[in-house]
């Protein structure tokens, strides 16, 4: 057991806040409020695209991106990112814009894209200047999402897309969707899909927003009405898309949770109970809030130790850690619905308060990340789904059988 | 950076676990737990203090083998894991920890040496500092010993007994001397043996840095935490094993259990607890030598947390195993006795979680 990083890491470390106060109180110019809170003084305004050219030219975003597709062009570093993100959050600078065209088809189309697509896509996607969705789920096809049935048919060297996708998180304001669609329905479930590139701006889009729990549009429909793409607009090969995807969809599972990110939470909790009274008595002191604060405390500890476990063994190549792997989403989402759950507990009455309510605490946030937490036990592969997985990837469980006739 | 147990760590657990294997099968543990087998108890004892389990705390000066924290969890992990029928939590760990640090210079080197020898060995009794029940209480007054300590760890056949005041001073004391009553008692866990002590104005030797300070038994007490949750992650993970290699095999509704998501998810459940208590654990050694401000924290949450988690999967593991897994035929319920046992030694959860919001101010 080290827990130390090393002395390379810690020069990294110094670099990464000498970068931070020097950037400390920056503004955007092209960003609504909610890039940069606490900056009352600005003495630093640049663009958005600004800003993520100067990251990359650092290191400190897109680093294992070769340089001829924009990127740092360095080896990818678990640590160095860990560092990155923990610094950046103590000095609230606003961190590297992120999304689904980042985080999952940069890395898909560096693995799989073809020199076109990786020359046209990936700069511009680094540098925020497009914004992708992802098109994966559909109505029928949430869980079971090899059951998508958004057409896709080659007619005359172009594809001509007919269906309708769900949860679309950023289609409003996206140029480029990437999106599963079926391209040989006479194949196997898995075998008929492809993996094609649609731009947002295609005669036959409709998007609808789709407010969820939370009264946010948080998400969309998009309908799709004989949209005609070009052939070329593909990953991989035809009916290969299933392959394509899972390329990227571990991406997604890991980001959903960030235990630092919940002991914050739980730090935040613990102040309001010193805070708050009822009858005169402070929360803090009382033995069934006291004990129940605790008790989620160590669920805490525990997954951000869990945590550290991962990250040992991505640096470490002798170390398995699969099934502490696996269990991450699952554990990270149903801690944190439970301990903000928990905060609304607290508070009580107070704890329900919403929007710009009189009395209203922390901006009802302790509400609003119980709700939307929620979301995230749902969305990604339900926690049951990951139970799933677990149980046959983890514990070498048989699966469900099949039932005759159906596919 | 490396988060996680060392390949020496793993190779010493694997000897031990292989060890009891070899010795201390089901069978004989069954032996052991109705009475009939104080002669193979003995032969386990032995054999695994042959490999060293007795003298890995014990600093080298002292002829021991000077390990940390994370090596004797480690090898907790297997003893939990092969419900153990030997002494380890109070004579191998809270011991050596509460002289090493509580002893002066010739206490340490006298008691320390002759532990690593195995010419004596100690039980230990600090349920009077945790939290005295009924009358028990301890006093020491002017090197002489009076009073009950309710719930002695590892005393049944040791040559000493360590025991405490409510202030944390701790003296030692040898069985034989007269005034000593040693009454056993009995527990669910028949794999390990619990005791009684009666003290009738007894002499005893005050570790000399305690009659101040409740430092050494603090540590001693964080450590027998962690080696006890690790003793019931151990056990756990044996129930996890036992409960999915059951559902492959036993056959309802034309198909093993172990297809039917109701018991997937069950055990999926088990091992997504079961894994962070592994990490929180180990984390919690490695703390006791090596992160000063949060060491007491991670052994107290080490603890309570491993509880209320070996307390879910000693019931849902059984559940997979329907009506056998109740039955004494199949033995389940060996190790959800140990961890029940756990569960309370040393303090129960909510105790431990209130020591938690006290050590952080709240």
Redesign the interface.
Known sequence: MDLNFGSEYELFSQEVRDFCIQWKGINFTDSKSSVVQNSKVTTKTLTRPEWQSILIEKGYFARSVPKKYGGYGGESDVIKSRIIASEFSKYNIPPPMGGQGIDMLVPTLLELGTEEQKKQYIEPTLHGKIIWCQGYSEPNAGSDLAALQTKGELIDGNWVINGQKIWTSTAQYSQMMFCLVRTEPEANKHAGISYLLIPMNSKGIEVRPLVDMTLKAGFNEVFFTDVTIPESNIVGKRGEGWAVANATLGHERGSLTDPNATMNRVHSLIEIMKRETIDGAKLIDMPIYRDRLIKIQGKVMAFQSNSLRVLSAKINSNQDSKLPGMIQKLIGTEIRHELEGFAIDVMGELGTLYEDSPNIRDEGSWQFTYMYYLGLIIGGGTSQIQKNIISERGLGMPREPKIQGMK | ??????EDQIFFQKNVSKFLSDHSSLDIIKKIADGHGESLQEEVHKGLTNLGIGSLLIPEKYNGLGLDL?FATAVSHSLGSGVAPIPFVGSYVMAPIAITYGGNEDQKDNYLKKMSENSIRLGVGFSEYIGAREDASITIADNVVNGRALFVLDAMGSSHVMISNKFGTIGIVDVKKDGVEIIKLITVDKTRSYSEIRFNNVEVDVLENTIDSSDAIVKSIDAGRIILAADSIGSSQTLLNKA?EY??ERKQFG??I????A???M???M???L??????T??AA?AQK??KDDSR??AC??S??TS?VSKMIAKKATEVHGGMGFTDLMGIHYWFKRIGLNRQLLGSP?LI??E??IIQG?
């Open positions: 950076m490396y988060f996680g147990l060392s994370l999915v559902s492959k198909r093993v172990g297809s039917f998501q018991v997937k998810h055990c999926a459940e091992a997504a607890e894994e962070p208590c592994y990490s929180i180990w984390h490695h090596n992160i924290l991670y949450q080490a309570s947390h209320e909510e979680r209130e938690a919001a709240f």
